[in-house]
């Protein structure tokens, strides 16, 4: 039996292989902050995926998931269309924290039998902080989603058709900058009214003008290159050339500096709901948990620090969050940064 | 220099009136009988309604409106604000100055810290300072504003009864309320001194420590981040090189040639760094409870007091835009390209 030695080193081919071992990828995976970052987002993303399986359901999701006392458990089975349901289907009521008791003084762990205890009016703070992983997510996702496509739009038609389009937008987007962010994202949730919804609406309303200048430049870029000009000999329509050949190959970078937006995104919601014009009381949202951790700062006399739990959790929550999305982009715009590879 | 200045000032006519247009697009997403709420000034006239919506012609086309709108602001007219109540702009008037003494001390450590702390890691790179400085700049750049004044307030209020939330201890607002005690500033502190009253300037500054650290936290941790980096550039350039071989003193090239080139990059942030501390200010101000626009603007939110929330949402812009201005200028200082390019 004399098989042929097998290879000692097999050259991997595949785009993925040779994305792995890539020059930039290199630099990431060799600097440890980037992978602390790395290992906390995702640790968010487990825990946004699984809060609906690790926490006591309240009674109101159980109703609209179709589940009594006696099937309690039933929506831990992915057998059931219950699971289905609830993950993908996630009734809104499934958002409101439970409560545990109408109590309006905060309970410890031990008293209120849940794992972190309970705010002001019983509100589970454990269901509140996991749940409220999967409003950050939803909320970061779909305001990048929202900002990113205004932001294309508006920088892409800019820079293409240039001129006084261009400055007429661009002007516009000075002006969206000059405002600070949660003041005018104040000024929109209070004409729009408090939800999850307005406030989405809201922040998108301040995040795009980063995107659409990051979008302009790319395209004013790409614009001058050759393969434009000859897209435009052979006689495309100019929003054809836009869209087909330029925006493909002017979106990478700007993706990926809006997917690492999530963190402040998810920060300006807390702070804006913290303020009291977020999603409605007793939604699952870190930024509410702190705001009720506010009337909690004393104890009773002699025990100043009785209510810790309702400002440490929520906090820390948040702290951890934003922490690991800086590291993240913190590494990725060292990767990105051109003048480092030279 | 002054054409560069010229042109940069021509920007804050256009900046006022595109902010002025989005607020007046906004408003018309209400009724015209919520608009009138900002016009009123107590509940007896709740019931005259479409006298005001008449009055002030709250039915009009936006663009009418928008005229009607700049007119009444140029006389000074921004409604009526239903949470101080009073003008809008004289709560502005007198709310300024407390805002304004807290931002300026924190703009101290700002400056301060960030830029001697930035500056020592840089020239440090790699040993004891730099690592120190590096976790410290991330932790303080993560910890959002709301966070740290709650842990603040719990631990040096709740746990130790250090500091007070407020602006000025109950006896002393007594004290100033009822003697007299003459307001030259509107400067808490410094009002104080000039009334040779020792204990309430102290008192007023014990106030401040709290927020002054919580507002200061994020932005600090961001100029240390962006001075150290762009040090760290400049020690690397040719020019630094050249001026150690011509045999001058680490003082002098550390301080002539890096520095002041790595300040470039700090002024461009100054800029953001005035947003942040705007941002800063209206949550800062709402955890402890101190007086000034930034409570002012999130209570009125909270209140739909529309009125109130505009005003200072013109009153940011516009400070902002006069901010940006002034950091434009400072760049041409250090900068001689920008001023001659």
């Not at chain 1, 000075?174 to 949730?189: E, F, H, M, Q, R």
């Not at chain 1, 409605?280 to 509410?288: A, C, I, N, S, V």
């Not at chain 2, 007896?44 to 928008?66: C, F, G, H, S, T």
């Not at chain 2, 976790?135 to 631990?155: N, Y």
Request: aromatic share 10%; proline share 5%.
């Amino acid at each position: 039996m004399d098989a042929a030695p097998a290879p000692k080193f097999v050259e991997r081919k595949t785009a993925l292989g040779r994305w792995w071992q890539s020059k930039s990828l290199r630099r990431f995976r060799r600097n440890p902050l980037a992978i602390v970052g790395l290992v906390i987002v995702a640790s968010f993303v487990v825990i946004a995926t699984i809060a609906p399986l690790v926490t006591p359901l309240g009674r109101s999701c159980m109703r609209d998931l179709g589940l009594t006392a006696a099937t309690a458990d039933a929506h831990r089975d992915v057998r059931n269309a219950a699971f289905w349901q609830l993950m993908f289907r996630t009734p809104d009521s499934c958002y409101m924290m439970p409560r545990a008791g109408f109590s309006p003084i905060p309970q410890s762990a031990e008293a209120s039998g849940t794992l972190l205890g309970t705010t002001s009016q019983g509100y589970d703070i454990y269901y509140g902080l996991m749940w409220g992983a999967r409003t950050a997510f939803r909320i970061g996702v779909l305001v990048v989603g929202i900002g990113l496509t205004v932001g294309i739009l508006i920088g892409a038609t800019a820079a293409y058709l240039g001129g006084w389009v261009d400055n007429v937008l661009m002007r516009f987007t000075d002006v969206v900058i000059a405002v600070p962010a949660l003041v005018l994202a104040l000024v929109i949730v209070m004409v729009l009214g408090n939800s999850i919804v307005n406030l989405m609406i809201a922040i998108a309303a301040v995040a795009w003008p980063s995107y659409a200048r990051l979008v302009r430049g790319e395209v004013l870029r790409i614009k001058q290159l050759e393969y434009v000009t000859g897209a435009q000999a052979m006689g495309r329509r100019s929003f054809g050339i836009v869209f087909r050949h330029i925006l493909p190959n002017a979106i990478g970078p700007v993706l990926i500096v809006a997917s690492l937006d999530i963190g402040s995104i998810v920060l300006t919601a807390a702070a804006l709901s913290f303020l009291g014009l977020g999603p409605e009381l007793g939604y699952t949202d870190w930024g509410q948990m702190i705001s009720f951790a506010r009337n909690w700062i004393l104890g009773p006399p002699g025990q100043p620090l009785a209510y810790w739990y309702t400002s440490f959790w929520p906090g820390l929550t948040i702290v951890m969050f934003v922490l690991g999305w800086n590291l993240l982009g913190d590494a990725f715009r060292d990767v990105l940064d051109v003048r480092g590879h030279v | 220099m002054f054409t560069f200045i010229l042109r940069r000032l021509m920007m804050l006519p256009l900046v006022f009136f595109g902010v002025t247009i989005i607020i007046v697009l906004l408003m018309q997403l209400l009724t015209p009988a919520q608009r009138a709420a900002a016009y009123i000034r107590s509940e007896n006239q709740a019931n005259q309604i479409p006298e005001i919506i008449r009055q002030y012609r709250l039915d009009e086309p936006w663009y009418v409106q928008y005229g009607l709108w700049i007119g009444r602001l140029a006389d000074g007219d921004l409604g009526y604000s239903r949470t101080t109540n009073e003008p809008v702009l004289t709560t502005l008037r007198k709310r300024l100055p407390t805002t304004a003494e807290l931002a300026l001390l924190a703009i101290l450590p700002v400056v301060g810290v960030g830029i001697f702390l930035g500056t020592m890691a840089a020239l440090n790179r790699d040993g004891v300072i730099d690592q120190v400085v590096r976790v410290l700049s991330i932790f303080g750049w993560s910890i959002p504003t709301f966070v740290m004044g709650i842990w603040l307030l719990v631990i040096f209020y709740g746990l130790l009864g250090w500091f007070q939330p407020g602006r000025i201890s109950t006896e002393f607002a007594i004290q100033m309320a009822t003697g007299d005690f003459r307001n030259y500033t509107g400067f808490l502190t410094l009002d104080a001194l000039l009334n040779g009253r020792l204990d309430i300037a102290l008192d007023a500054l014990r106030h401040l420590v709290l927020p002054v650290i919580t507002l200061a936290t994020v932005s600090s941790a961001q100029i240390m981040r962006v001075m150290r980096s762009s040090l760290l550039d400049a020690l690397s350039e040719d020019y630094v090189r050249t001026a150690r071989a011509k045999g001058l003193r680490a003082r002098v090239v550390n301080r002539k040639h890096a520095r002041r080139n790595a300040l470039i990059p700090v002024i461009t942030l100054s800029g953001f760094v005035l947003i942040g501390l705007i941002n800063g200010v209206v949550i800062t101000e709402t955890i402890f409870n101190y007086p000034g626009l930034g409570q002012w603007a999130a209570r009125a939110a909270l209140n739909l007091d529309y009125a109130s929330v505009l005003g200072f949402a013109i009153f940011t812009a516009v400070t902002v835009v006069a901010a940006n201005l002034l950091v434009d200028v400072l760049y041409g200082i250090v900068d001689p390209r920008i001023r001659y390019g």
